[in-house]
């Protein structure tokens, strides 16, 4: 496992950020994301999916579940999934929506409110947690288990 953390003062150094992220994880391509509500979850994977050049806006897909965006990576097209599991009640919900086929796809997987589908998630996964601190500082520690 590696661990890569940093110390935000304020989110203008979110696109910083992502890119550092991104770096980290190597050719990891799924991620779950980690903190309580207003933590900066989204905002984080809406830098993300900028430094991937996504030109669709990127917002939580809270209601719809997961929303599918096309970006690029060194000058190749990818695909990216964004999950929002926090209403799902239930493992089952869960493999009605297709976790299983999105966990095995080659899309980067973007998952918010992990916890449900914990037992599910297969290596490389890159673990992002965002702690809100005093100041609006966040603290983010990322962890890639291989």
Not at 6 to 18: D, F, G, M, S, V
Not at 47 to 57: H, K
Not at 126 to 146: A, G, P
Request: hydrophobic share 40%; with cysteine.
């Amino acid at each position: 496992m590696k661990i890569f953390d940093k110390t935000l003062q304020n989110l203008k150094e979110y696109p910083i950020l992502a890119e550092e992220i991104i770096s980290f994880a190597g050719d990891c391509r799924r991620f779950v994301f980690l903190g309580n509500l207003g933590a900066g979850k989204t905002t984080l994977i809406q830098n993300i999916c900028s430094y991937f050049s996504v030109e669709d806006a990127v917002n939580s897909p809270t209601f719809s579940l997961i929303n599918k965006y096309q970006g690029f990576k060194n000058e190749a097209q990818i695909s990216i999934s964004h999950l929002d599991l926090y209403r799902l009640k239930s493992i089952e919900e869960a493999l009605d929506i297709g976790i299983e086929e999105l966990l095995s796809s080659d899309d980067y997987l973007f998952i918010e409110w992990p916890e449900l589908i914990e037992q599910l998630l297969p290596e490389p996964l890159c673990v992002v947690r965002i702690e809100r601190q005093e100041n609006e500082n966040r603290k983010v520690i990322c962890r890639l288990f291989e």
